[in-house]
C-alpha cells in the first residue's frame, strides 16, 4: 500500500487509497480505524479503486472493520475499480457482506 487519506463526514469515514491494500500498510491504516470507530463512526467506505492488488492481511483488516462495525449496527462499503479484484471478493463470498460496489 503507497498510503491513504482518512475523510469525515459525521458518522461516516471514507478510507481512500493511492495504491494497494498489502501488509506494508496495515498497521499504519490500523491505528487510524481503531481511533475513528472509537469516536463512533458507524459507517466506514473504502475507496480501492486505484488497487491492483489486496492481500491476505489487507482483507483481513476490511472483515475486521466489518466485525467491529457490524456490532453497533454499523456498515462497510468497498468501491473497487478492477474486475480481478471484485471477483476475488465474489469468489470468498464476500461482495454482498462488505457491499462492494464496481466503480
Avoid at 496495515?26 to 481503531?34: G, I, R, T, Y
Avoid at 466485525?67 to 454499523?74: D, E
Avoid at 456498515?75 to 462492494?100: A, H, N, P, W
Wanted: glycine share 8%; proline share 1%; aromatic share 6%.
Amino acid at each position: 500500500m503507497n498510503g491513504f487519506e482518512l475523510k469525515c463526514d459525521g458518522n461516516k469515514v471514507t478510507v481512500v487509497f493511492d495504491g494497494d491494500l498489502t501488509a506494508s500498510g496495515v498497521p499504519e491504516l490500523k491505528a487510524a480505524l481503531q481511533k475513528t470507530l472509537e469516536d463512533g463512526v458507524l459507517e466506514v467506505e473504502f475507496d480501492l479503486s486505484k488497487a491492483s492488488v489486496i492481500d491476505s492481511t489487507g482483507i483481513g483488516i476490511l472483515i475486521a472493520s466489518y466485525n467491529s462495525l457490524s456490532k453497533r449496527n454499523g456498515t462497510v462499503r468497498l468501491i473497487v475499480g478492477s474486475d480481478d479484484i471484485f471477483r476475488m471478493f465474489q469468489s470468498m463470498r464476500l461482495e454482498k457482506r462488505l457491499c462492494v460496489s464496481k466503480r
